[in-house]
């Protein structure tokens, strides 16, 4: 076993990839069988999941590492320009073309090209490409003359290309000509042990690059965060740690931070999958839960509609207009009191079939209301219980006119 991590660990700091599952262990191995050798390799994995760092450490590792790597984007190339810019074209050949062009293919030259979602390509082009990795030439649009060029084709697609073969929209010996090797990228919910690693280097990158005090995560926030389903993948959870990192500099992010930017990314038919309900609850301590992130959430939405915020991020803190609105509202427990609350008995818990035909702060003002009755209107319980902020349970109860009966 310390053989196996010592292994593991090398690999990750040789490809610059991270992470200690299964999965990743064996990609890993595979980039170092295939990486010094000439073959063209297939990288599968959604959207998001990395497959751009696996291609580059394959380049970096090559034998064509002192050559150009060349990152094309198929996906984001039109139809009409695909082949002009894959392998460019001659004065004239087209309206427009006004001098002889380099394509992606002759810059990348004795190094590595890498065609992201191939899958995009149209079958005209598909032609082509096969032509070159069997004969390593192309035509140039508008020439008579072929190219000839030494490159290695990495291509990668978060499609399944063996159904779009069925379908018709790929070509079956371009396929079998790219998949002889094949590296699957696991998606970040399969891959749930690497989250806290992942999470602790974004976060520190992050902080260094903007010179910004990162105290850590609170081991309930690597929960949390481990539960999530990040259907984003890695690039998800980086530009989600980075929001939180620069917009809650300073301090240790807890549970309660996680839950809040959780809810922010979330629509109402993600969250339940989204957020974890602890197992080991009772049945009306995770209905209560669930109800009370559903009122959040609704309420978070409500606060993003009435602002544009300016990095595009659905946080509570980026602009003044929200701070009032949103903030007070939405404060919950630090990791170290919420258990308090759990040692209280829970409130009366709202009957979800009564749910359907109330407005969100009708939902909230009868949860405040049994909850008071619960604890005998006691309001630091029911804060507690609540996970709401003492001063914001007084303001609640004045605004909603809750009167304690005789």
Same mark, same amino acid.
């Not at 990395?50 to 034998?63: D, R, Y």
């Not at 390509?121 to 390593?136: D, N, Y």
């Not at 946080?315 to 949103?326: F, H, L, N, V």
């Given at each position: 076993?310390?053989f196996?991590?010592?292994?593991?660990?090398?690999?990750?700091?040789?490809?610059?990839?991270?992470?200690?599952?299964?999965?990743?262990?064996?990609?890993?191995?595979?980039?170092?069988?295939?990486?010094?050798?000439?073959?063209?390799?297939?990288?599968?994995?959604?959207?998001?999941?990395?497959?751009?760092?696996?291609?580059?450490?394959?380049?970096?590792?090559?034998?064509?590492?002192?050559?150009?790597?060349?990152?094309?984007?198929?996906?984001?190339?039109?139809?009409?320009?695909?082949?002009s810019?894959?392998?460019?074209?001659?004065?004239?050949?087209?309206?427009?073309a006004?001098?002889?062009?380099?394509?992606?293919?002759?810059?990348?030259?004795?190094?590595?090209?890498?065609?992201?979602?191939?899958?995009?390509?149209?079958?005209?082009?598909?032609v082509? *490409?096969?032509?070159?990795? &069997?004969?390593?030439?192309? +035509?140039?649009? #508008?020439?008579?003359?072929?190219?000839? /060029?030494?490159? !290695?084709?990495?291509?990668?697609?978060?499609?399944?290309?063996?159904?779009?073969?069925?379908?018709?929209?790929?070509?079956?010996?371009?396929?079998?000509?790219?998949?002889?090797?094949?590296?699957?990228?696991?998606?970040?919910?399969?891959?749930?042990?690497?989250?806290?690693?992942?999470?602790?280097?974004?976060?520190?990158?992050?902080?260094?690059?903007?010179?910004?005090?990162?105290k850590?995560?609170?081991?309930?926030?690597?929960?949390?965060m481990?539960?999530?389903?990040?259907?984003?993948?890695?690039?998800? *959870?980086?530009?989600?740690? &980075?929001s939180?990192?620069? +917009?809650?500099? #300073?301090?240790?992010?807890?549970?309660? /931070?996680?839950? !809040?930017?959780?809810?922010?990314?979330?629509?109402?038919?993600?969250?339940?999958?989204?957020?974890?309900?602890?197992?080991?609850k009772?049945?009306?301590?995770?209905?209560?839960?669930?109800?009370?992130?559903?009122?959040?959430?609704?309420?978070?939405?409500?606060?993003?509609?009435?602002?544009?915020?300016?990095?595009?991020?659905?946080?509570?803190?980026?602009?003044e207009?929200?701070?009032?609105?949103?903030?007070?509202?939405?404060?919950?427990?630090?990791?170290?009191?919420?258990?308090?609350?759990?040692?209280?008995?829970?409130?009366?818990?709202?009957?979800?079939?009564? +749910?359907?035909?109330?407005?969100?702060?009708?939902?909230?003002?009868?949860?405040?209301?049994r909850?008071?009755?619960?604890?005998?209107?006691?309001?630091?319980?029911?804060?507690?219980?609540?996970?709401?902020?003492?001063?914001?349970?007084?303001?609640?109860?004045?605004?909603?006119?809750?009167?304690?009966?005789?």
């Amino acid at each position: 076993m310390y053989f196996e991590n010592n292994r593991n660990d090398a690999l990750q700091n040789k490809f610059g990839i991270l992470g200690k599952s299964a999965g990743v262990q064996a990609m890993l191995e595979t980039i170092e069988q295939v990486a010094p050798t000439d073959i063209s390799v297939l990288i599968a994995g959604e959207s998001g999941s990395g497959k751009e760092l696996v291609a580059a450490a394959l380049h970096k590792h090559s034998k064509r590492s002192h050559k150009p790597f060349i990152i094309v984007n198929c996906g984001a190339i039109p139809a009409g320009i695909i082949e002009s810019e894959l392998f460019g074209h001659k004065k004239g050949s087209f309206t427009g073309a006004q001098i002889d062009r380099k394509g992606y293919f002759q810059s990348a030259d004795g190094g590595t090209i890498f065609l992201d979602e191939i899958g995009e390509t149209p079958l005209g082009t598909q032609v082509k *490409l096969l032509r070159v990795l &069997e004969q390593g030439e192309f +035509l140039p649009v #508008g020439s008579s003359k072929s190219m000839r /060029v030494d490159v !290695r084709i990495v291509a990668a697609s978060n499609r399944n290309l063996e159904k779009e073969v069925d379908a018709g929209t790929f070509r079956k010996d371009l396929y079998y000509r790219l998949k002889a090797i094949t590296i699957t990228v696991p998606s970040l919910r399969n891959r749930r042990e690497d989250i806290a690693i992942l999470a602790n280097k974004f976060a520190s990158d992050c902080a260094i690059r903007n010179q910004i005090l990162f105290k850590g995560f609170s081991e309930g926030a690597y929960k949390v965060m481990s539960q999530n389903r990040w259907p984003g993948n890695i690039r998800e *959870l980086k530009n989600f740690i &980075e929001s939180m990192v620069i +917009l809650e500099k #300073g301090g240790v992010i807890k549970t309660d /931070v996680i839950y !809040r930017y959780l809810n922010a990314e979330s629509t109402p038919t993600e969250l339940n999958p989204l957020l974890p309900v602890k197992l080991d609850k009772n049945v009306d301590q995770a209905e209560r839960e669930l109800i009370l992130q559903q009122l959040f959430m609704l309420r978070r939405e409500i606060a993003e509609m009435k602002e544009i915020m300016a990095r595009g991020l659905a946080t509570p803190r980026g602009s003044e207009a929200s701070a009032d609105e949103y903030n007070p509202d939405l404060e919950v427990l630090p990791d170290d009191h919420v258990h308090e609350a759990h040692a209280e008995e829970s409130p009366a818990i709202l009957n979800p079939q009564m +749910l359907g035909n109330l407005t969100a702060a009708q939902v909230e003002k009868e949860l405040i209301l049994r909850s008071l009755e619960r604890f005998n209107y006691n309001k630091r319980k029911t804060a507690l219980a609540l996970q709401m902020a003492e001063r914001t349970l007084y303001r609640k109860i004045k605004d909603y006119g809750i009167a304690k009966e005789n």
